[in-house]
């Protein structure tokens, strides 16, 4: 006969807290895997974003060479053009029958060498800016090689510590997970918003000399007699996380030792005061 599971809600509250710290045990677990792994996932990402940007600005680059390329042939084939008009209307001013079409023909002239001036100018202009590009393109094209070889390292680092803590991680998720299915949804969502919120991961703290073991504020005698009670959920007024007691929590805290007063001490009082 199959055992029937027990509602979460019907645990009593010393169960729910017992679950609770369970759970934030484990979660710490995995939140130690993650800081091995230290910043190097951000910084593979990091390396990825920063060579996409460079590979787009290499195409653009290598997009604007051959645009200027053709802008150049372009112009060259404009050049061509005018100096065979040029040559064209030199050859029409031998045969000309006025001084109308001599002035026409000499301004077709001079306006066509102006263009070819114009032209070649712009081809000047768009050489410098092919250098230009060519250089941008080298300088792209190596921080590209550098930055690949900068990933590859930070891969390795990364893949080599994921691969040592890969099996830990996801066994601590797993029992993360199947201990969830035991913890009241409510009560779940309000530790999981509380670790969301809190810098150090923690949603739920054992009292550590008379104080809250998240926040280090000090508790009311009254408070931690209710919270050694575990009648109730108690959370910190400062920092809003669940209290637990520690022994609950399987934490031994060692008292510290009661210093015994000194002899002589209410004598030597006495004394003064007669004195």
């Known amino acids: ?16 807290l017992k679950n609770l710290y369970q759970l934030q045990t484990m979660l710490s677990e995995i939140d130690k895997i ?19 940007g460079l590979t787009t600005r290499i195409e653009k680059i290598q997009n604007d060479i051959v645009e200027l390329k053709r802008e ?13 008009s040029i040559a064209k209307y030199k050859e029409q001013m031998d045969n000309v029958r006025n001084n109308r079409e001599y002035d026409s023909l000499n301004k077709e002239i001079e306006y066509q060498q ?36 900068d990933l590859d390292i930070k891969k390795s680092e990364l893949e080599e510590i994921i691969s040592e803590t890969k099996a830990e ?29 809190s810098r150090n991961g923690l949603g739920i703290v054992y009292v550590q000399r008379d104080a809250c073991g998240g926040c280090f504020n000090k508790i ?14 108690i959370v910190c007024e400062y920092c809003g996380r669940i ?18 007063p000194k002899r002589g001490t209410r004598r030597t009082a006495k004394k003064t005061t007669e004195e």
């Open 220 to 233: 009311p005698p009254q408070r931690q007699l209710d919270i050694r009670m575990r009648k109730k959920i």
């Open 34 to 52: 993650k800081t091995l792994r230290g910043e190097l996932p951000l910084e593979v990402q990091d390396l990825e974003d920063e060579i996409e």
């Open 169 to 197: 991680e996801e066994k601590l998720r797993e029992r993360s997970k199947n201990l969830e299915l035991q913890i009241e949804p409510r009560l779940l969502a309000a530790f999981k918003r509380i670790r969301r919120n």
């Open 1 to 16: 006969m199959a055992t029937k599971t027990k509602d979460p809600a019907e645990m009593s509250v010393e169960d729910k």
């Open 72 to 84: 150049i042939a372009d112009r060259r084939a404009t050049i061509d053009e005018a100096n065979a």
């Open 114 to 149: 102006l263009d070819v001036e114009l032209n070649q100018k712009k081809i000047r202009e768009a050489e410098e800016a092919i250098r230009q590009k060519t250089d941008e393109l080298a300088s792209s094209s190596e921080a590209v090689t550098e930055r690949r070889t």
């Open 243 to 260: 209290m637990i007691d520690p022994e609950l929590a399987g934490v031994k805290i060692e008292k510290p030792a009661e210093e015994k």
